[in-house]
DNA sequence: CCAGAACCGATACGCTTGTATCGGAATAAG
DNA sequence: CTTATTCCGATACAAGCGTATCGGTTCTGG
């Protein structure tokens, strides 16, 4: 036999170049030749690691979706003892990808997205990825909320929490806002979740 | 002189058959050519009006920017004499692009967003349409917390609104929430809204 | 009626794209 | 060492793209 591979690992460095690529110029803009290149791999490879275009692209977009989710729960696992108000500001803060490191990928997103619109099997792998940010969202809430069920029902307000999120990172990509505003409006937005959930008057902040 | 004809008219035909195609199958699958038969009208007459594509998508995305505008403006002259609360919610919901018939008009403006993230250009014509929109929530903000300044920086609450709305609708159109969904998840962030205005800050948190 | 200008639709062109194909290099088994 | 198999990179190919060009048509001004 002939000498052997690593598919798994390749998938993943192509998907990789795909999110450089994206980043740069737009989805539409992505060629296999300009990802093979990327990828430091020949056109031959990508084709044999992918039988089409589209099967690429899926990939490359739930590799990114996993990559978030991850993060956000490592977010969370790295600083178990906090108060549970800051780890849902940590989270949602990494939920928005605010920070400048994460531009490229808040690209990468928003770009899935717009396509989903108008590709089911795309919107298909999306849904599964919001479907878990906004799980995990609504846990923290509810973790914050106190054991009570007094908590103004945290799967909206986990939805409303996204929402604002998507809505504000895509304001900051077109440069509607400058990251700071948007940082301070997410905190706002927080700060009185936090208030309501903690029924009393007396704002105790974290 | 020869046959004369009215290019600003033709320009707007042009633009309402790209926004079509674009709410079909994204912007990266306008083709010159169906835009032409789309329009009915030749491909070279297309060619007439704009000297390339790029100009083309120029102009359609501040033509749709336009008519969102000039909608919820229109909203609010209608009914000039009801509350100054029913006059945000109705402005929201129609910059929220909730409503079924205007699914299409979603579509096309969160692929020009997505598109923008990597086009300079592109971002310029959004900013502005963004501005005039947070602009005009502003107002209605300002105004809807009677004549004091009392009320909680509405410029910071224009921001957040529209953000919200951005996110709800790009859910909506991903499938990930319903419009029922994101319409009560809008309802509430105004009630919220309206409810700060009249009781006064409290805490101000930031 | 007749020039001449402005517009029309069609066609041509060069280029890039996704995908298919293919001879050869590399490696494990015999 | 030979042989068979698996992977490699290069090249081939048809289709579709944006754009340029060009003869014909239609209308205005004299």
Redesign the pocket.
Same mark, same amino acid.
């Given at each position: %036999?002939?000498? =052997?591979?690593d598919y798994e690992s390749r998938r993943r460095r192509i998907a990789e170049a795909v999110c450089l690529l994206v980043d740069e110029h737009g989805p539409e #803009?992505?060629? %296999?030749?300009?990802v093979a290149t990327r990828a430091e791999?020949?056109?031959? #490879?990508v =084709?044999?690691c992918f039988?089409?275009?589209?099967e690429m692209l899926l990939f490359a977009v739930d590799h990114v979706g996993e990559r978030i989710t991850e993060r956000a729960r490592a977010r969370l696992a790295g600083s178990p003892a906090q108060s549970a108000a800051s780890a849902l500001g940590h989270a949602a803060t990494e939920v928005a990808l605010l920070r400048r490191e994460h531009r490229a990928e808040a690209r990468v997103w928003l770009a899935f997205v717009a396509r989903a619109a108008v590709s089911e099997p795309l919107a298909a792998k999306l849904r599964t990825s919001y479907a878990a940010l906004q799980d995990l969202l609504s846990r923290l809430i509810a973790e914050a909320g106190g054991d009570a069920a007094l908590t103004p029902d945290p799967q909206r307000e986990a939805r409303s929490l996204l929402a604002l999120t998507d809505g504000l990172t895509s304001h900051v990509l077109i440069g509607h806002l400058t990251t700071e505003e948007a940082e301070e409006t997410l905190h706002t937005h927080l700060a009185r979740l936090w208030e309501r959930l903690h029924t009393g008057p007396p704002g105790n902040a974290d």
């Open positions: %036999m002939p000498k =052997q591979v #803009a992505v060629t %296999m030749r300009d791999v020949s056109l031959g #490879a =084709q044999r039988r089409t275009k589209e």
